[in-house]
């Protein structure tokens, strides 16, 4: 099951959401109301660029398009990901996200 962990700086509590079938984030993000902005929801704009602070190896690995995007942005797929197009996959783990820009 993963447990998806959102941080907010500044915000006293994080989101937690327990995704035991994993799948898309955007999903995860929709229902939990998770502080990620989005904008394309297509891999076309990189709003919602979030900062994988643990826990990289809970999603399956990028497709090209995402890839072709963190590119453009210098970033590395294991750190960073999009949240419209990233996917997690079903089983245990532990995933901490901030979104891009939230840092403090
Ligand atoms: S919402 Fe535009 S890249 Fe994800």
């Known amino acids: 099951m993963p447990l998806v962990i959102f941080e907010t700086p500044g915000e006293p509590t994080e989101l937690r959401v327990d995704t035991p079938e994993g799948g898309p984030l955007a999903e995860v993000c929709d229902r939990s109301a998770a502080p990620v ?21 809970a999603f399956f690995p990028p497709e090209d398009r995402e890839l072709d995007l963190l590119d453009l942005f210098s970033d590395d797929p294991r750190k960073r990901r999009l949240a419209c197009s990233a996917v997690l996959c079903p089983g245990s783990g532990r995933v901490r996200l901030r979104a891009v820009g939230q840092d403090g």
């Open 37 to 57: 902005p989005f904008a394309c929801r297509n891999a076309r704009c990189g709003t919602c660029r979030v900062d994988v602070l643990e826990g990289d190896d």
